[in-house]
């Protein structure tokens, strides 16, 4: 019967409908996985390599973490043709800021800048979600999340993407202390406190979850530290501090040089 | 027209078909003479492919690229033209492979063979490199997600293949109609995508190891690889042919083969039930 | 105010075959302080003579980023300055958007020239009053070129212009066949000494007078590179007030000055320029003597 495009008797019934319409349809999903944590001093901005579109993999390593500034590194998901687009905008206006202003702008401008970019764009969507981590004015680590279409708040983590229902509620009882008590006597917990090494090992877990539960995820992960100016780099550096397999490089300042340091870790993933 | 189908013989073809009734092309797709409920809103750039190619292959190799492509170009399910290139070269050092509607492939090598004159009479002033591989790709990135932006796509599949003089390597990359892009070692469009990848990545990791830093495939090797991918595509893909071209890019330049066939095997048929003729 | 009958519009000839908008133009260029621009097989650079209005305003910058890879310095009208950098950002925009690709130094600035030469041949338009020194590095070396309001733009080994230029080109000329194979610091001591060829007798330069603009690989023994991204990764830096003063201090030692400078300026009254109003700041009023860059004053 597949000689036969329609099915012969389905006219017959609706002889006067309109004609079917195909529309082009401007989105895709290309899976995977970022997500962000704010500590004290410092913030971490990760994501995985892998690009699918449904069960193909187009490849194994594509970039969904970018470096904006010394303080602020973005994090892209969803489509990733309106990802890269969406950053690419997004690195013009900070060239122009820097052309007027002789400063890099700051991170919560940023924050600002990108939901009035995306709103933006309300009627015809970034198809993406976009994290924002990095160091605040005041030397603190933040974390800025947003919908789509701009929304966005300051928090102490967020996960999106595929595998956004697995990893938000584990950093939800991990980071926010969800359903935990605190020993009777002893201190409240505080979420965006937890030392560098707990973050880091956080991340990890996360994505490798994510990586056996997910075909979405995995190949690769790419993990942003953004550190505070003259914040101790011995919780990060030198022989040991790192998991089996990850390899560490410290990226160049892109401005006037005023402390913050930037480093970048990669680690494979399963590649199943 | 008249429905030859045994069902309904006689009665008028239904309005909302978009292939003709023996699924050989496309009918079109305009709203003239529709009753007036059937056009409201605005007017779209909706489109369809037409006359289309099909898969697009491509493979680093030691010392380059190599892209293949079939010589047909399709109108629906008729193999309407067999005799098409689809590798088209761009400067000394770029190669597109396209699939998808062979009238916009036409209309974007008009485009870029204009960008790329251009250029050169530019580099008869200063003497400035012509564009690379990298920034041809770059520029056909920006144009297929302007024009998927303005809902009027550019309705193709491209590989681009290079080799990059300045940094002495060779050049893969893929965009499509969504704007989507992305870089591996090899790449495959459509068909290809689920046929031929495996083969392509599993001939590759054989050598280079998943992290490619084993030695390369060698020409011969990537070229044997390409043409068993072309076989399969052949044999499984019914919008496909069995005559193809492989273009092989390196340091010394574009080199797009004569078309050329795979040996194929069908005496199996014979012993198919419903394949050869039938005897009983 | 005309000079002559021929000066009233930019479309029409002299019967000399001059068009006197543009010559006036090119005057206000001369009227600008002086910039120089000299290039080696591996660096190009930019000195300028920065000028205030008085005692409390500020030295006017005249060096300029494009990207990272082009800068300019300008002479002539600020105003008119801004409006063309600001052309050329977005042409180097433009091509890093669209191609992912530095734009051919020679391109940009052959871009500007065409927009100049429309305005001096369209009714109703004048031409820029700003010229500039751009310098630049892409895929065939570094570049030194000079845009002029006439709508030219000659590329140089070295050149100079604005107020007194004329002294640098002396010194350049006689020194250009030195500078090919010269490393950076020996070419901005070149530049430097041409710079201060321009200055009037009693003038020298200072770090509130003085900067410079390098494009091409750093030098850590004159350069600050802590202190500057742009310079570690051999992009167009610009080294003004405390960041100049080492290269100014390896510039007097090759001449066997006093590393510090003469010191009796410090003590001299500030000679206040008077106010600009409508040319704007960067200029010295016509007829004023050329030159008034030497109101000495803090820095804020």
Request: glycine letters at 10%.
């Given at each position: 019967?597949?000689?036969?495009?329609?099915?012969?008797?389905?006219?017959?019934?609706?002889?006067?409908?309109?004609?079917?319409?195909?529309?082009?349809?401007?989105?895709?999903?290309?899976?995977?996985?970022?997500?962000?944590?704010?500590?004290?001093?410092?913030?971490?901005?990760?994501?995985?390599?892998?690009?699918?579109?449904?069960?193909?993999?187009?490849?194994?390593?594509?970039?969904?973490?970018?470096?904006?500034?010394?303080?602020?590194?973005?994090?892209?998901?969803?489509?990733?043709?309106?990802?890269?687009?969406?950053?690419?905008?997004?690195?013009?206006?900070?060239?122009?800021?820097?052309?007027?202003?002789?400063?890099?702008?700051?991170?919560?401008?940023?924050?600002?800048?990108?939901?009035?970019?995306?709103?933006?764009?309300?009627?015809?969507?970034?198809?993406?979600?976009?994290?924002?981590?990095?160091?605040?004015?005041?030397?603190?680590?933040?974390?800025?999340?947003?919908?789509?279409?701009?929304?966005?708040?300051?928090?102490a983590c967020r996960a999106a993407g595929a595998a956004q229902s697995l990893i938000q509620p584990f950093l939800d009882n991990q980071i926010y202390f969800k359903n935990q008590q605190p020993e009777p006597g002893s201190q409240p917990f505080i979420p965006g406190n937890l030392p560098l090494a707990t973050v880091l090992s956080l991340v990890v877990d996360s994505f490798t979850s994510a990586t056996e539960r997910h075909i979405e995820v995995g190949d690769g992960m790419e993990i942003y530290i953004v550190m505070a100016r003259d914040r101790t780099t011995d919780d990060l550096l030198g022989e040991g501090k790192l998991q089996k397999g990850m390899e560490i490089e410290e990226l160049g300042t892109l401005g006037e040089g005023q402390g913050e340091r930037t480093f970048l870790v990669r680690q494979a993933l399963k590649r199943d | 027209m008249m429905s030859q189908h045994p069902a309904t013989w006689g009665q008028p073809t239904p309005a909302n078909s978009s292939f003709n009734q023996f699924n050989t092309f496309p009918l079109p797709q305009t709203q003239r003479g529709q009753s007036s409920h059937a056009h409201h809103g605005p007017v779209g750039h909706t489109q369809q492919p037409l006359v289309t190619g099909t898969s697009v292959l491509g493979l680093k190799y030691d010392g380059g690229v190599m892209i293949a492509a079939d010589n047909l170009a399709s109108y629906g399910s008729l193999a309407r033209f067999r005799d098409i290139q689809r590798l088209h070269p761009l400067g000394q050092h770029t190669l597109l492979g396209v699939a998808g509607d062979m009238s916009d492939f036409q209309w974007l090598k008009k485009e870029l063979d204009a960008l790329l004159r251009e250029e050169d009479a530019l580099a008869l002033t200063d003497s400035h490199p012509s564009l690379s591989p990298k920034n041809i790709y770059e520029l056909l990135s920006n144009l297929f997600y302007a024009r998927r932006s303005k809902m009027n796509p550019v309705w193709n599949a491209v590989l681009v293949g290079g080799w990059d003089k300045v940094k002495k390597e060779s050049f893969l990359a893929y965009v499509d109609l969504l704007g989507t892009t992305y870089t591996a070692p090899t790449l495959a469009t459509g068909f290809g995508a689920h046929l031929a990848q495996p083969l392509l990545r599993e001939a590759y990791e054989a050598k280079a190891g998943i992290d490619g830093n084993g030695p390369l495939l060698t020409k011969e090797e990537a070229e044997k690889v390409l043409e068993d991918c072309m076989k399969v595509l052949f044999y499984r893909d019914a919008r496909s042919l069995n005559k193809y071209q492989i273009a092989t890019i390196t340091s010394e330049g574009v080199d797009i083969s004569d078309s050329k066939s795979a040996d194929t095997y069908w005496k199996f048929a014979e012993g198919l039930r419903g394949y050869g003729a039938q005897t009983q | 105010m005309f000079r002559n009958s021929y000066d009233s519009d930019n479309t029409t000839f002299s019967p000399q075959g001059k068009l006197f908008q543009v010559e006036y133009a090119l005057e206000a260029v001369k009227q600008g302080s002086a910039a120089i621009g000299l290039r080696s097989k591996t660096h190009a650079v930019l000195l300028t003579l920065k000028r205030s209005t008085g005692e409390l305003a500020t030295y006017q910058k005249k060096l300029i980023r494009i990207d990272d890879h082009v800068g300019v310095a300008i002479a002539g009208l600020t105003s008119d300055a801004r409006v063309l950098s600001n052309f050329m950002r977005q042409q180097a925009m433009r091509s890093r958007m669209t191609f992912g690709r530095a734009i051919p130094v020679g391109r940009i600035v052959q871009s500007i020239a065409d927009r100049a030469q429309t305005n001096t041949q369209e009714y109703g338009r004048r031409p820029y009053g700003v010229g500039f020194l751009v310098i630049g590095e892409d895929e065939t070396g570094p570049h030194l070129y000079e845009f002029s309001p006439s709508g030219t733009a000659f590329e140089y080994y070295a050149h100079s212009i604005g107020a007194r230029s004329q002294s640098a080109k002396t010194y350049l000329e006689k020194n250009f066949e030195n500078f090919e194979d010269a490393p950076l610091a020996e070419l901005i001591n070149h530049g430097l000494s041409a710079l201060h060829d321009t200055l009037q007798q009693d003038k020298s330069l200072s770090l509130h007078n003085t900067s410079i603009a390098i494009i091409g690989p750093p030098d850590a023994a004159i350069e600050n590179l802590g202190q500057s991204a742009a310079a570690k990764r051999g992009n167009f830096r610009v080294w003004e007030n405390q960041g100049v003063e080492e290269l100014l201090k390896a510039w007097r030692r090759s001449r066997g000055e006093p590393e510090d400078g003469p010191q009796e300026e410090a003590a001299q009254p500030p000679a206040a320029e008077q106010a600009q109003s409508a040319e704007g700041s960067e200029n010295a009023p016509a007829g004023a003597p050329a030159g008034g860059e030497d109101v000495t004053m803090e820095e804020q």
């Open positions: 019967m597949a000689l036969y495009h329609n099915q012969p008797m389905a006219h017959a019934q609706e002889p006067t409908a309109a004609p079917i319409e195909h529309r082009f349809n401007p989105y895709s999903d290309n899976g995977g996985s970022i997500l962000a944590i704010a500590g004290t001093d410092f913030s971490v901005i990760a994501g995985d390599t892998r690009q699918s579109e449904g069960y193909n993999i187009q490849t194994r390593y594509a970039r969904k973490v970018w470096q904006l500034t010394d303080k602020a590194v973005l994090a892209t998901n969803g489509f990733a043709a309106d990802g890269n687009n969406f950053v690419k905008r997004v690195k013009q206006r900070l060239e122009w800021y820097e052309h007027a202003h002789h400063k890099p702008m700051g991170l919560k401008s940023i924050a600002r800048m990108i939901q009035t970019m995306l709103y933006g764009k309300r009627f015809f969507p970034y198809y993406v979600y976009n994290i924002l981590g990095g160091i605040e004015e005041d030397g603190s680590g933040a974390v800025y999340s947003f919908d789509p279409v701009g929304s966005y708040e300051r928090e | - | -």
